[in-house]
């Protein structure tokens, strides 16, 4: 079955009021709706406020959902505008223009989504490098990453290297990660420019 | 030439990368959020929302109090949420019980005045939804974070 046919049917389902259908819409687009709120940077509570109302707004939206084609755009946009909402709630502005709720029918927005939907494929492909990794390398980057940063200091005293090779050893793995089958099979998808 | 010969990019998409991976918890809340499906409910659309005009996606500029409308059926619902208090009336006027709701319940319910003039306390983070209680029916907006 077709991708389009297949969340049709899922829509379908779930509009019926079939809770199977809806966990499997869930799977097939929570990697989108976590991929855009990392790419704000939202962690968290924030992180959670934006996921939660995405998808309270989707089970809203089934009813009205005419076009399955639409749903991965609705599910980014609505996310996107989510994301907004929640950064904004830090720094409140004064602004005076109506904006509707998120409708999918701007030229622009398909530019959006063919970027969020790389986003999502460059942060698959550096999650599948990663893995591909010695565990030694692997767990360096790991904590080199940690948030809070830990202290070299305490990265290796975890790992029992010394910290004057921390540097090189990050270098390297570095390195290998862009050797990485998952890297190279994602950078060679498609031309360098549309990968930035 | 790509955007990771340089390191420190690199490690920088690294951390959006993992930071990125479904958790369990999202899965959770993604599946719950079912339990909300109503039938054929008219929903209160958004009307207008100050966190998402030009001026905030560009400048990010003074400090002013979140502004967002509604439309519904017969009258607007146009809420204002300034430390931790929301401000709002039912246009036209009109008495009417105004309640803000959570995924786990009502938060908190206030009966509007003659003019349609209401104040509640608001829930600290987390998506919200409003109901407007009138003689006949009762509304309900989107869901949306506050």
Known sequence: MDQTADVAALVARARQGDQQAWDELVERFLPLVSALIARHRLRGHDADDVNQTVWLRLVEHLADLREPRALPGWIATTTRHECLRVIDRSRRTLAVDPQTSPQFDRPDDQVALDEDLLALERQQALRAALAELPDERRELLTLLLADPPLPYREVSRLLGIPVGSIGPTRARALEQLRNSNALRGFLAGAPTEQRR | ?146
Do not use: N, Y
């Open chain 2, 1 to 146: 030439m790509t955007r990771w010969d340089d390191d420190d990019q690199l490690m920088q998409d690294l951390d959006e990368a993992l930071h990125g991976a479904v958790s369990d918890g999202a899965r959770q809340a993604a599946r719950a959020a079912f339990a909300w499906r109503t039938i054929d409910e008219e929903l209160m659309r958004l009307a207008h929302d100050s966190s998402l005009t030009e001026e905030v996606m560009v400048r990010g500029a003074a400090i002013a109090p979140r502004v967002v409308g509604f439309l519904g059926s017969d009258f607007t619902l146009e809420v204002e949420v300034d430390a931790g208090t929301v401000m709002g009336q039912v246009v036209p006027g009109k008495v009417c019980r105004v309640s803000i709701l959570t995924p786990t319940g009502t938060f908190g319910s206030a009966e509007t005045d003659e003019s349609g003039f209401f104040s509640l306390p608001a829930p600290d983070g987390g998506p919200v939804r409003f109901t407007v209680a009138g003689e006949s029916a009762v509304q309900s907006t989107e869901w949306l974070t506050l």
